[in-house]
Every structure is written in structure tokens, then in C-alpha cells.
């Protein structure tokens, strides 16, 4: 079979493809148990790490998640909205808001506890393979990273 010059141009031929709707299928099927707690996926890895930090910068939580502030901000606005966090406005650099999580947002975390089992236990990886895929996507988010 002879290749042709528009084979890059074919999709079973993209590595981006399999990871978009590989993405997608995940974010799916954690979609049940976020509504659970009235939560997108968006504004659960945002909730990830302000369990984690407690209290943070908007430009640091963004890195941490690879997300613009254009992004950032209305997750943030509606996690205020639920009571799950607070903004403040730094008073040395009106340019800088400092995310806080609140009592209520700490509270979520116990619910949300089981999520990750949960997931995990639907995606059909065994955990040495879902290590070495974690990896490769990490290196891949890390490579000509600003």
C-alpha cells in the first residue's frame, strides 16, 4: 500500500484525537457523581487544589490547572456563588486576587471523597498503566511549558 501525502491529514494518524476524546469520555464519566454536588468538572479540579493550598493566587491556581484567568474566572465566581470560596483582592497589587476556601468548601471535600475510586474504577486500566499514562500526559503538559 502506497502512503500518500495527505496521511498526516488522516485522523486514525493524530496522537491529539485518542487524548481530546479519551478527555472527554472521562470528564463523562465523572459527570454523575459531580452532579451529585452541583459541580462541573471545571469547578472540581479547582476545588482539587483549594482543598490542597487552603488559600491561593488566582495566577497560581490557573498554572496548576493549565487555565487562562479568561477561564478562571467565572469558576471562581460561581464557587463564591456556592459559598466554597472567597476572593480577595491583594492591597499591594490590585492585579493580584487571592482565592480562599471557606468552611463550607472544606465540607465538600467529604463528599466528594469517593470520586476518584469511583472513576478509576470505570476507566478499564490497571494501575500500573494508568501510572505510565499519567506520566506520559504529564510529560506532555510539561514539554515548552512557559
Known sequence: MSQ???DALKLENQLCFPLYAASREIV????PYLDELDLTYTQYITM???WEQKEITVK???E???LDSGTMTPVLKSLEAKG???RKRSTTDERSVTIILTEIGEQLKEKAIEIPSK???CVGLEPSEAMQ???LLYKILNTNKD
Open 133 to 135: 499514562l499519567y506520566e
Open 28 to 31: 463523562k464519566r465523572y459527570r
Open 64 to 66: 496548576k490547572l493549565f
Open 84 to 86: 466554597y470560596v472567597t
Open 48 to 50: 482539587m487544589v483549594m
Open 60 to 62: 497560581v491556581l490557573g
Open 4 to 6: 500518500s501525502k495527505y
Open 119 to 121: 472513576v478509576a474504577g
